[in-house]
């Protein structure tokens, strides 16, 4: 049967602003006629000419309102001239799949229908974000003609009667316009698998998990949190590296995420903190977020690995990872709020170290060019240019790679490396859903703090302790590679003694402003203290210069990491 596609008039929808990562809105918001048609026909309208004959993959975490954005992709794109779309089953496929499917497939892009770590179900959250041909984020060019597009759409294609199932793995051929669509469902776990078996020695790591003559079994916890790895996890550490049910947790995709908040730090997988630190034979747990790209890592009895620190460690000992054997090792990088153990790292090694502002996106040019082989974020984010998001499984199965090579536990493993380069201590403060109005006067009244005259040299105490600002700025970007400007990313308060204070509003909201405070400090011997302890003169003086409390009327976070 041959399919017609017609035009179906719009207007334009306020706010459609794809943030630090996509754009994400409470699930009612999509649902509202025409919204989601018209950011899908703003995503497709902004690749121009190259949209006419394309293959585009198609998938995310499952999230409520997913299969809906399916099928209202499929008959856009289908009416839009796209070829081909590359779907995971049901609609699955975490982030980092999504990635690499662009790249084994050398595809144009692909829609991640995913609001990360964002809780999900019919009253939270839904998102769409677009990825370029690399297999990475869309870059701030792409998203603001997006943006633009949004502002002035007068209409979509559709082709209303085009019903295609994809709970199944198989090629469908349709007829539009007298044109061929094919719409290619795919199991949503098979290529990347392939690519994992191709980065590390599954041998080893089997061995490592299953224990052998002489080693006792490494036993991890890996907690998918009701997300998308469930399946990934599956597959890799049920099937093909032969740990038992014991070793997984939540590895049951649900469109809720079973009602949690599907992010991976001390606060959202308290389930899993609490489960490592009550059963003293878990060796390793690990967490991921709702699509796979963020993730966690607990040792022994809960021992902490701040993401700054994971970083670190696995720069430190990528010649024990196949990959890296192969490919070498280029230059390193992390997102400026980020705490500096890497650097330490890159320095030692004599690598080029890149700081680039809060956003997986900017990492995208460096790998491209050669110069970037590991990343990593504060926020939970690790991950390395064989993909170009950031990718929970790789950081849980590089630090097995890591604990099979050292033989050492993670605690000894973090030990080690403080007792080299010194230890960042790191947190981070967040208030979550405060007033926008607040947080953007605290934001301006830091701005003008920044810029009086006489600011460096001032100097603050607490706890004992004195603190003296050498520097302050709001941090902007240039690109290496293509020379863009990103301005306007966070106030840095910078101490004599490397100690530092960074504010910014998150970008990844869907409601209200979250300010996150990022507070760190160096030292050089002291390397075993509590972070909130060590830290804590520094919040104090955070939150005197930022009147943070004044201004949202917040006496605690809601969450500190
Ligand atoms: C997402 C992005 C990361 C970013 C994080 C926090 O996970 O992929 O690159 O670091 O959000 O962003 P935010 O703007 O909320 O601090
Ligand atoms: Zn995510």
């Not at 856009?76 to 690499?100: D, M």
């Not at 009253?123 to 869309?138: L, M, S, T, W």
């Not at 094919?182 to 998990?209: A, G, W």
Request: with cysteine.
């Amino acid at each position: 049967m041959s399919l017609t596609s017609v035009i179906i008039p719009t207007t334009p929808f306020e706010g459609q602003k794809p943030g630090t990562s996509g754009l994400r809105k409470k699930v009612k918001v999509f649902m509202e006629k025409h919204y989601t048609e018209n950011f899908i026909q703003c995503i497709l309208d902004a690749q121009k000419e190259k949209i006419k004959g394309c293959t585009l993959v198609v998938g995310g975490d499952g999230r409520y309102f997913t299969t809906q954005a399916i099928n209202i992709i499929i008959r856009i794109a289908a009416a839009n001239e796209v070829s081909k779309l590359i779907i995971g089953r049901r609609g699955l496929l975490s982030t980092p799949a999504v990635s690499s499917l662009i790249r084994s497939h050398k595809v144009l892009g692909g829609i991640v229908l995913t609001a990360s770590h964002n809780p999900g179900g019919i009253r939270n959250d839904f998102g769409i974000k677009y990825n370029i041909e690399n297999g990475g984020p869309a870059p701030d060019q792409l998203t603001n003609e997006i943006y633009e597009l949004t502002q002035k759409i007068t209409q979509y294609k559709f082709t209303p009667e085009l019903d295609c199932d994809f709970q199944q793995p198989g090629v469908q051929t349709f007829e539009v316009d007298g044109r061929q669509f094919v719409v290619e469902v795919i199991d949503p776990v098979n290529d990347y698998v392939t690519l994992m078996k191709s980065i590390f020695d599954f041998k080893k790591l089997r061995s490592l998990l299953n224990g052998t003559e002489t080693q006792p079994s490494f036993n991890v916890l890996i907690d998918s949190m009701n997300g998308v790895t469930g399946v990934y996890v599956k597959r890799i550490f049920l099937e093909e590296l032969g740990s038992d049910q014991d070793s997984v947790a939540r590895i049951i995709p649900l469109d809720n995420f079973g009602e949690i908040h599907p992010d991976p730090n001390l606060t959202y997988a308290k389930d899993l903190v609490d489960k490592v630190k009550e059963d003293l034979r878990y060796d390793l747990g690990a967490a991921f977020d709702g699509d796979g790209d963020r993730n966690m890592i607990i040792g022994k009895n809960a021992f902490f690995v701040t993401p700054s620190d994971s970083l670190a460690v696995i720069a430190n000992n990528l010649n024990c990872i196949p990959y890296f054997q192969k490919n070498g090792v280029h230059g390193f990088a992390r997102s400026m709020p980020t705490a500096a153990a890497v650097d330490r790292v890159a320095q030692k090694l004599n690598k080029e170290m890149f700081e680039v502002p809060t956003g997986w996106k900017y990492f995208g040019n460096l790998m491209d060019a050669g110069r970037l082989s590991l990343c990593g974020e504060e926020s939970f984010g690790t991950g390395s240019d064989h993909i170009r998001e950031k990718d929970g499984v790789w950081a849980v199965l590089a630090w097995l790679s890591i604990i099979e090579h050292k033989k050492m536990s993670i605690e000894e493993i973090l030990k080690e490396h403080w007792r080299t380069y010194g230890r960042n201590y790191f947190t981070r403060y967040d208030y979550e859903e405060c007033d926008c109005e607040s947080a953007n006067k605290m934001m301006e009244h830091l701005e003008k703090f920044i810029s009086n005259d006489g600011v460096v040299g001032k100097s603050y105490s607490s706890g004992g302790k004195t603190y003296v600002i050498q520097k302050v700025d709001n941090f902007s970007y240039v690109d290496p590679i293509d020379n863009s400007v990103a301005k306007n990313q966070g106030i840095r308060i910078l101490f004599e003694d490397g100690s530092r204070l960074v504010f910014r509003l998150s970008g990844t909201g869907s409601s209200g402003a979250t300010i996150r405070v990022y507070i760190d400090s160096y030292e050089k011997s002291d390397t075993t203290a509590d972070a909130q302890i060590m830290l804590k003169p520094l919040v104090n003086i955070a939150l005197e210069i930022s009147q943070l409390k004044q201004f949202t009327g917040r006496e605690e976070p809601t969450v500190i990491t």
